[in-house]
């Protein structure tokens, strides 16, 4: 039986445009009303995170950066398990690559990230990927950003982390997610989801694949699955 819900958020509970799925934070209340964790997930700053769990109606637990960043409850303290130095000597080594060629990059919150850095997409992820080769970082191109990171640092890895600080295992949490910075939470989930919109590396990671995309997805695996959560 399952105890938790981790659900990714971009791509996941929004469509293409952001704009989250109303259905989705309905299937979200519901289990919470039922006494199941939800926790959000994404590679999104940890504030940004805060004010979406108030406004989903989490207890405010969540993992942001790509797994950079993980808190337990609105008043637990903030973990970070990656470096930002890592990923701010390979920042410069990109934007001093970029400037000689005049293209700047556009950071998103440089201020409120703790772990990873992040920038649009406007520079391909691959020659990123080609530039920063040999040094001890990771590209993420999740779709809405390209992200910097140290080597180690994800999603997966802060489940466990999360999962042992909540008296929990990660078999005890059903995830979901689209993208290639979810594949790791898809496996180490007791069941692991991906919606139909899903990147391919999701997909063979999950145990099952919606029908539906985006937040249609997300309700479908939540009505699917339902019946496996614990009552508290």
Request: aromatic letters at 8%; one cysteine or more.
């Amino acid at each position: 039986m399952l105890k938790a819900l981790l659900t990714d958020v971009d791509g996941t509970i929004t469509d293409t445009g952001r704009a989250v799925s109303t259905g989705a934070i309905d299937a979200m209340r519901a289990l919470i009303a039922r006494g199941v964790e939800v926790v959000l997930a994404s590679g999104n700053t940890a504030c940004f995170m805060d004010a979406l769990s108030r406004i989903v109606g989490t207890n405010g637990t969540l993992i942001g950066e790509n797994g950079g960043v993980y808190r337990i409850g609105f008043f637990g303290d903030l973990h970070v398990t990656g470096q930002k130095s890592v990923s701010l000597e390979a920042l410069g080594i990109v934007e001093n690559y970029y400037r000689s060629r005049g293209v700047g990059l556009q950071l998103y919150s440089p201020q409120y990230r703790f772990s990873d850095v992040a920038f649009a997409r406007t520079v391909p992820a691959d020659e990123v990927r080609a530039i920063l080769s040999g040094h001890n970082v990771q590209v993420l191109d999740t779709g809405f950003a390209i992200h910097l990171q140290e080597q180690g640092v994800n999603k997966g890895r802060a489940l466990l982390d999360l999962a042992r600080d909540m008296g929990l295992s990660p078999k005890d949490f059903l995830a979901i997610g689209d993208g290639v910075n979810d594949v790791e939470t898809i496996r180490a989930a007791g069941i692991g989801i991906a919606v139909g919109n899903a990147h391919q590396l999701a997909k063979d990671a999950a145990d099952y694949v919606t029908e539906k995309t985006y937040g249609d997805g997300f309700i479908e695996a939540i009505e699917k699955y339902s019946s496996y959560f614990l009552e508290r």
